[in-house]
């Protein structure tokens, strides 16, 4: 990494821009977007008139660029390093190639700009209170929510949920790449719709508990009641037996959504 005194900079916007090779592209640079080129690109900049280099400098400079990402590539070479150093913007090095580089700022971006994130879970709302599960792999967080959506719940999302904060509330939903996807054990990838009617899938909700699958090998032990927070947000959270004990664990979710209502109701939560 090269140009610290940039570290102080700060950026409102999400938008993630891949320098594209292309006659006058470095004219077009979008302002205030986090700006990623290759160990390509930087060489053609080595080899432009010094008085073309300081032109294209100036105008990443100028479009108030607060970072700048080298992909594939592990070191800031000494052109760029200058750079960072005279304009105080910081510049750093990654392994990802310039396409996966782009897709991860902008998720980082995201989740430190709009109070969102992503999860490994699944999504139900019982009741009428959002319920996510969440554990290791092969858990049963799966199983558990579709036997709670066969029991007249509804169910929102499998394997990836969309965590968004809105005032002091959270809500989840999908994933896009997975939305209406469930994984099940030993048959795979199936659609929402092929396993439930229609009327027990639910597009969103509110996040009002979380319940965490843990083997009885636990350190922090079984059903011990704490909470977890979220973007700022605390949940009430349980832990619950996880697979293999997990045959009966929809009434262990119904149970804790019950005395979670329970609480609700005479304004302890």
């Not at 090095?93 to 980082?108: G, H, K």
Request: hydrophobic share 40%; proline share 3%.
């Amino acid at each position: 990494m090269a140009g610290e005194a940039g570290l102080t900079r700060s950026t409102k916007s999400i938008r993630v821009q891949r320098h594209e090779k292309a006659q006058g592209s470095w004219e077009r640079i979008i302002p205030d977007a986090v700006f990623v080129i290759t160990p390509q690109y930087v060489s053609e900049l080595t080899t432009l008139p010094s008085e073309s280099r300081n032109k294209v400098f100036h105008a990443i400079a100028s479009n108030s660029i607060s970072l700048i990402a080298l992909s594939e590539t592990g070191t800031v070479p000494g052109l760029m390093a200058s750079f960072a150093e005279l304009y105080g913007i910081v510049v750093f090095a990654s392994v990802y190639d310039e396409f996966l580089l782009e897709s991860r700022l902008a998720r980082l971006l995201r989740e430190k700009l709009e109070n969102y994130i992503s999860m490994h879970g699944a999504l139900v709302s019982v009741s009428g209170i959002g319920v996510m599960l969440v554990g290791d792999s092969g858990s049963g967080k799966t199983e558990c929510a579709l036997k709670l959506a066969e029991r007249g719940h509804r169910w929102i999302a499998d394997d990836a949920i969309e965590i968004e904060r809105r005032g002091d509330l959270l809500h989840g939903r999908s994933n896009e790449l997975v939305k209406g996807l469930i994984d099940i054990k030993h048959r795979g990838i199936i659609e929402a719709e092929e396993l439930l009617d229609a009327r027990a899938i639910l597009g969103d909700s509110v996040i009002n508990l979380l319940v965490e699958f843990v083997s009885e090998s636990s350190p922090r032990g079984v059903h011990a009641d704490k909470s977890y927070e979220i973007l700022g947000v605390k949940l009430p959270c349980v832990e619950i037996p996880g697979f293999p004990q997990t045959r009966n664990s929809w009434r262990h979710v119904e149970l804790e959504v019950h005395k979670l209502m329970s609480a609700m109701e005479r304004g302890d939560s």
